[in-house]
Nanobody
């Protein structure tokens, strides 16, 4: 699986940012897409999930109402639109596909990770 996250950067508190994740075509049987993040000194944590074959989405509590996950199946790209960003959102953001719906997604559920994209929220 090849993963390419992009779109990170420095943003002021309250600002928006859109992240993109391109997943290799080999993942066609992995119909669930996940975003995770890892802040300095913390464990990697689940952010959002989307099903590529239907409307199902799920969000971590901190992401509800501020983040929106979406997909472009033709381009094999998943997006994470983030609004009202806070300094606590500062982290490296990662995406990953998975074959199954994970009720409680954890980093250990995935075999490997891409480089991620750094998001820094600071004034």
């Amino acid at each position: 699986v090849q993963l390419l996250e992009s779109g990170g950067g420095l943003v002021h508190p309250g600002g928006p940012l859109i992240l993109s994740c391109r997943v290799s075509a080999a993942t066609s049987t992995m119909s669930h897409r996940y975003w995770f993040r890892q802040a300095p000194g913390k464990e990697r944590e689940f952010v959002a999930q989307i099903l590529t074959t239907g409307p199902h989405t799920k969000y971590a509590d901190f992401a509800k109402g501020r983040f929106t996950i979406s997909r472009d199946n033709d381009m094999n790209v998943v997006y994470l639109e983030m609004t009202c960003l806070k300094p606590d959102d500062t982290a490296v953001y990662y995406c990953n596909p998975h074959t199954h719906y994970l009720a409680t997604p954890e980093s250990a559920d995935f075999r490997s990770w891409g480089q991620g994209t750094q998001v820094t929220v600071s004034s």
